[in-house]
């Protein structure tokens, strides 16, 4: 079965950049979508196919996708920012369509 | 604006079945996926399959065809999820999520299956 693996947790200090990489066979030729959750609360979409931010979603969050890597990047990051992050994959014609990686701790210091 | 919005909070006993409804409004129902997604307590997210109900085409992540049914009442504009016996291991929150890339999230469906 596919798998996409992420780091399970990434620790930055405020104002800095934060990496956050999703790795799987063949990923750029997938779109990668990234997926915030907060305690408590449902996931957020901050960006999708590789690169692109939806309404709302501040300049601050990026996307990129390369070789066997997708990256999250989260610049100036906020307090606010910490949360679970989650790379997904939506391939209809494969056996395993959808994929989520297994999630990214990311703590504020 | 875009909403889905799930069922309420279910507490079942191992061998019961349950059905889960996810309404979307705001948008055209039957021209976007909708997804389902399962987070057992203390975990990450998990894909379990998805429907378009325009034409009820739906995929299953191999891992839960079998013991889940997803379908979808396009008069209603509403998904679905349910199981026919459930179990213990059952225990977790289910997601609803709009299109393949899940640009918006129902509230969530707690369910608790405990004898």
């Known amino acids: 079965s596919y798998g996409l693996t992420q780091p399970p947790s990434v620790s930055v200090a405020p104002g800095q950049t934060a990496k956050i990489s999703c790795g799987g066979d063949n990923i750029r030729e997938k779109g990668v979508h990234w997926h915030q959750q907060k305690p408590g609360q449902a996931p957020v979409l901050v960006v999708y196919d590789d690169s692109d931010r939806p309404s709302g979603i501040p300049e601050r969050f990026s996307g990129s996708n390369s070789g066997k890597m997708a990256t999250l990047t989260i610049s100036r990051v906020e307090a606010g920012d910490e949360a679970d992050y989650y790379c997904?994959?939506?391939?209809?014609?494969?056996?395993?369509?959808?994929?989520f990686g297994g999630g990214t701790k990311l703590t504020v210091l | 604006e875009v909403q889905l919005v799930q069922s309420g909070a279910e507490v079942k006993k191992p061998g019961e079945s349950l059905k889960i409804s996810c309404k979307g409004s705001?948008?055209?129902?039957?021209?976007?996926?909708v997804g389902w997604v399962r987070q057992m307590p203390g975990k990450g997210l998990e894909w379990m399959g998805i429907i378009h109900p325009g034409d009820s085409d739906i995929r299953y992540n191999p891992s839960f065809q079998g013991h889940v049914t997803i379908s979808a009442d396009k008069s209603t504009d509403t998904a679905f999820l349910q199981w026919n016996s459930l179990k213990a291991s059952d225990t977790a929150i289910y997601y609803c999520a709009r299109g393949g890339l899940f640009d918006y999230w129902g509230q969530g469906t707690l369910v608790t299956v405990s004898s």
């Open positions: 997904l994959i939506w391939d209809p014609s494969s056996d395993h369509p959808g994929v």
């Open positions: 705001g948008y055209t129902f039957a021209i976007y996926w």
